[in-house]
Nanobody
């Protein structure tokens, strides 16, 4: 079992930046790959970025070059640095613990945080 708590969301203007954090507890953090998902109103939840146990990142095309996922195993925390934010990035962002294939594909386990709202608007 692993518990996840996100923080760092908020309201930001287009072109601005936010840094999301996800603190994990209850299990050995380093044995999990970690992912950030988002869900906009009326849309399905989608994977934004994943990071393997050894720190290899993977991104959905729409955020490549703007978002950076990282992890600190000593602090049991995964981060999502979001730059050049656009209105279409507006969503609730969720942290997830999962696994990755040898090819880097991220597969979520049923471990989710409560979500943090990100709103990009002028």
């Amino acid at each position: 079992q692993v518990q996840l708590v996100e923080s760092g969301g908020g309201l930001v203007q287009p072109g601005g930046s936010l840094r999301l954090s996800c603190a994990a507890s209850g299990s050995i953090f380093s044995k999990y790959a970690m992912g950030w998902y988002r869900q906009a109103p009326g849309k399905q939840r989608e994977l934004v970025a994943g990071i393997s146990r050894v720190g290899r990142p993977n991104y959905v095309d729409s955020v490549k070059g703007r978002f950076t996922i990282s992890r600190d195993n000593a602090e049991n925390t995964v981060y999502l640095q979001m730059n050049s934010l656009k209105p279409e990035d507006t969503a609730v962002y969720y942290c997830n613990a999962g696994t990755t294939s040898y090819g880097g594909t991220y597969y979520p386990y049923d471990y989710w945080g409560q979500g943090t709202q990100v709103t990009v608007s002028s």
